[in-house]
């Protein structure tokens, strides 16, 4: 008898617990298929889809609105830097300029080109202003 006693303990199959149920399309825990389902009987399938879209398209707009801001900033902050070396290399006397004339053409050229202003402008008067 102990057994037979011990062999129904294998058979025994505990039910699942309320963690392993969630999200576990077996054990009734599927949420987002109950929602879509939910939504097909109220006809209103069509338009969740449309706004979850809407939702993650925004997301990923504003992602790279963060991400350019990011870069303008950083590109402002190295012309910053630029045009304090540059300063520098005119106002110390002759034997602390550091930069050679090769250097200070392409600094002059980066600095006063007007493509990296002009080209933050124009994303900064459409984004902000």
């Known amino acids: 008898m102990s057994d037979e006693a011990a062999a129904n303990d294998f058979k025994t199959i505990p039910g699942p617990t309320v963690a392993e149920s969630e999200g576990n399309p077996a054990a009734g825990g599927d949420l987002s298929g109950e929602k879509e389902a939910a939504a097909v009987a109220a006809g209103t399938l069509e338009e969740e889809s449309k706004k979850a879209e809407h939702g993650r398209s925004e ?15 950083i590109i402002f902050g190295l012309a910053a830097i630029a045009l304090l ?5 005119y106002m110390l006397p ?14 002059q050229t980066f600095l006063f ?5 002009g080209a933050a402008g ?8």
Request: hydrophobic share 50%; no cysteine; aromatic share 8%.
């Open 59 to 73: 997301r990923l707009r504003n992602h790279i609105h963060r991400a350019v801001i990011g870069i303008i900033w």
């Open 85 to 89: 070396a540059v300063a520098a290399h």
């Open 94 to 107: 002759g034997r602390f300029a550091w930069l050679s004339d090769d250097q200070l053409s392409k600094l």
């Open 113 to 117: 080109s007007g493509a990296v202003t």
């Open 122 to 129: 124009r994303y900064l008067t459409t984004r902000v202003i």
